[in-house]
């Protein structure tokens, strides 16, 4: 682990800023609001004969604003953008910054094409965690901590019936496309994983917060897949971030809060710490610890709010989240001792 230079730090800064003024300035027709649940919501509104399509591009904000002002301005300075996304890249990589492998990479810039992430998807688990780097200002452990040949993305079910948009062309044809089949459950209707055909067998799995008793399958019409409802998995998607993958000149995607993921994972840790699971638990509190060690040097009260809003959720949140930290003594004192910074 080593932190990245002030060179590197200033350089994802504008990349990110530059594929976000990509994302405004490439939708088509004109930008409308709408006000959905008491919150009000940016699209491109395009005439497709008699029809209007609304486009979605996100929530409301000072930032978004700023760019729909700028929209001539920034569709102007489409080529000038693309070449200076190029600039930035190689300088992120002469630096040191990892990027991703060209299997990741290249499925990541298919769904990002089709609109997986401008629809609220979120890329999580340990493909999220490799892309913390540019956020945390750090490089990230090599090894099994950040080993995985799984993509998971979540959405809110909410949400993604609200959006009334969906992902042109499907993700199955995406999918299909880049050579994935759909993984078989005992329901034929409910394909919720792909699987890649091939020496990687990489793993394409969507999934979504559950609100009830009961876990089950639910429907993601934005995306246009199914998505295996989670207990918990409200808490990490919720207020996520954007973040730059490292792949040709820059790929916008969608990433939890840091210090969320890792009280997360803490929970997930407990889930799963028997069994077949266990390596997987044992992965979950490698990348709990990095992330508290690394935040409680620069920004402690971030961390200390994330657990204080976990322990505060309920009993069960709190067992499960105290077991986890019972076998990590050193983070435990860590993260404890945030409250007093």
């Known amino acids: ?131 913390m780097e540019g956020e945390l200002g750090t490089t990230l452990p090599l090894g099994s901590v950040a080993n995985t040949g799984d993509v998971d993305i979540a959405q809110f079910e909410r949400l993604s019936v609200a959006l009334q948009d969906a992902v042109e062309p499907s993700l199955a044809e995406t999918f299909s496309a880049l050579k994935f089949d759909p993984v078989q459950g005992l329901d034929r209707d409910s394909v919720w994983r792909w699987q890649q055909s091939g020496q990687t067998g990489m793993m394409i799995e969507f999934l979504t917060p559950s609100f009830d008793a009961e876990e089950g399958i639910r429907d993601l019409p934005a995306l246009g897949v199914k998505a295996r409802a989670l207990h918990h998995l409200n808490y990490l998607i919720s207020d996520p971030i954007h973040a730059v993958a490292l792949y040709r000149d820059g790929i916008l995607v969608q990433i939890p809060r840091p210090e969320k993921f890792a009280i997360h994972k803490l929970i997930v840790a407990d889930r799963r710490r028997d069994g077949p699971e266990s390596f997987k638990a044992e992965k979950d509190r490698l990348q709990a610890a990095f992330l508290i060690e690394t935040m409680a040097e620069d920004r402690p009260s971030d961390i200390w709010d994330a657990y204080a809003d976990a322990m505060a959720r309920g009993p069960r949140w709190r067992e499960r989240i105290e077991r986890t930290l019972q076998r990590m003594r050193d983070t435990r004192e860590i993260l404890i001792a945030c409250e007093a910074v």
């Not at 499925?107 to 340990?126: C, N, S, Y």
């Open 1 to 131: 682990m080593a932190n990245l230079s002030s060179v590197a730090r200033s350089a994802y800064g504008d990349l990110l800023r530059l594929l976000k003024d990509d994302m405004v300035a490439n939708v088509r027709g004109s930008l409308v609001t709408k006000e959905r649940g008491g919150k009000v919501y940016w699209y491109a509104a395009e005439k497709i004969g008699s029809d209007v399509k609304f486009w979605y591009i996100g929530p409301d904000s000072a930032e978004t604003r700023n760019r729909v002002d700028r929209m001539n301005e920034l569709r102007e300075q489409a080529a000038e953008r693309k070449r200076e996304r190029a600039r930035l890249a190689r300088l992120l990589r002469a630096e040191g910054m990892t990027p991703v492998d060209r299997g990741t990479g290249g499925l990541l810039l298919a769904m990002a094409k089709v609109g997986t992430f401008r629809l609220g998807g979120t890329l999580i688990g340990t493909n999220a965690f490799r892309l």
